[in-house]
């Protein structure tokens, strides 16, 4: 019969760090939703409450290959869109993993990357109440260019060498 000892554990499924992982998917993902009256743009009078909408985002989905959670999967998600001014989740996944900055007017091809190794920052958010239950996320805050020396110690493939 299995035993085990009860141990403190952490809320959250994900240690926070840097952590090299490489791009295993890029999908684009479009959800459905009616407006409600708490919608800004119902409360601006740009929709009406009952009106139909979209949601259009990028998911890339990362595996991590390094850290206590090596082998697990994390997904950043980003508008599907690639900015060169402000904050622009995507230019910055794109950037690392290309090696190098992008210029106005460049074609961004997701398919190009996938497979490629970055290092991608993980941070805890705060925990956040959703009726009688707690959440605990971490998410990718950052993708930075993989350091010299991360590929020779890390596979390429899908699967692992052993």
């Not at 926070?16 to 009078?45: D, I």
């Not at 985002?57 to 997904?75: D, F, K, Y």
């Not at 398919?111 to 707690?134: I, N, S």
């Amino acid at each position: 019969m299995p035993k085990a000892e009860v141990t403190q554990g952490s809320a959250y499924f994900h240690e926070e760090g840097e952590f090299l992982a490489v791009l295993r998917n890029v999908e684009e993902r479009r959800t459905p939703f009616t407006y409600k009256s708490h919608h800004k743009a119902v409360q601006r009078g740009q929709k009406r409450a009952g009106d139909e909408g979209e949601v259009h985002r990028w998911m890339w989905t990362w595996e991590l290959l390094q850290g206590p959670n090596a082998g697990s999967e994390i997904v950043l998600e980003t508008d599907p869109s690639v900015e060169l001014e402000g904050w622009s989740p995507a230019r910055v996944a794109y950037e690392a993993l290309q090696g190098e900055p992008l210029s106005l007017g460049q074609d961004v091809d997701t398919d190009l990357v996938v497979g490629m190794k970055a290092r991608v920052v993980l941070t805890h958010q705060a925990p956040r109440q959703a009726g009688d239950r707690t959440f605990f996320d971490t998410k990718i805050t950052d993708v930075l260019p993989a350091k010299d020396g991360d590929e020779a110690s890390q596979y390429q493939g899908d699967e692992p060498p052993f």
